[in-house]
T-cell receptor, first 116, second 111 residues
């Protein structure tokens, strides 16, 4: 079974440009999450989709970040315009939707974003 | 105070040693607890969930103490391949899948 995939693996852009990250969750996983790790800090939650609906977007830094999950399959995270502090590794994770069970989340390899 | 706190280490141990990592969490309402392993420049990989009764998976044993808000991971008979960063992870209480990560504890197993 294929794991969570992310594209691109690396992206280097200039400040003010736009970047779109893509995540394909494990097939059948209704929960999809975005996380980010900036250098020297712990991994932090950005947002959570259940199917195509945003369940929790409390971790989104500001309105320069837009996440979508049309059709409840893959998700995109767009940063527009990018700022220097957006540099970091963006991880996507997915989990099954089983009420009452711990959310065991499986992570993709991440997209390493560098804003110069 | 951080929501999940870990000793960053590094822990340098010889092969075959037993090593224990500890973690504390601040929100007593948290219900789900995990240990993830992260290799350098890779994604976190789920090592094990942590249950109230404690659980064991081969050389790895996890314990949860709700009263003290404390989670532990014990690795017996360390292998070189165990070298990695171990992340203590706790869920955000409420109907959400949001995970809160500790900064990680680095383990280096030496021959």
């Amino acid at each position: 079974e294929a794991g969570v995939t992310q594209f691109p693996s690396h992206s280097v852009i200039e400040k003010g440009q736009t970047v779109t990250l893509r995540c394909d969750p494990i097939s059948g996983h209704d929960n999809l999450y975005w996380y980010r790790r900036v250098m020297g800090k712990e991994i932090k939650f950005l947002l959570h989709f259940v199917k195509e609906s945003k369940q929790d977007e409390s971790g989104m830094p500001n309105n320069r970040f837009l996440a979508e999950r049309t059709g409840g399959t893959y998700s995109t995270l767009k940063v527009q315009p990018a700022e220097l502090e957006d540099s970091g590794v963006y991880f996507c994770a997915s989990s099954q939707l089983i009420p009452g069970l711990a959310h065991e989340q499986y992570f993709g390899p991440g997209t390493r974003l560098t804003v110069t | 105070r951080k929501e999940v706190e870990q000793d960053p280490g590094p822990f340098n141990v010889p092969e075959g040693a037993t090593v224990a990592f500890n973690c504390t969490y601040s929100n007593s309402a948290s219900q789900s607890f995990f240990w993830y392993r992260q290799d350098c420049r890779k994604e976190p990989k789920l090592l094990m969930s942590v249950y109230s009764s404690g659980n064991e998976d081969g050389r790895f044993t996890a314990q949860l103490n709700r009263a003290s808000q404390y989670i532990s991971l014990l690795i017996r008979d360390s292998k070189l391949s165990d070298s990695a960063t171990y992340l203590c992870v706790v869920n955000k209480p409420g109907n959400t899948g949001k995970l809160i990560f500790g900064q990680g504890t680095t383990l280096q197993v030496k021959p």
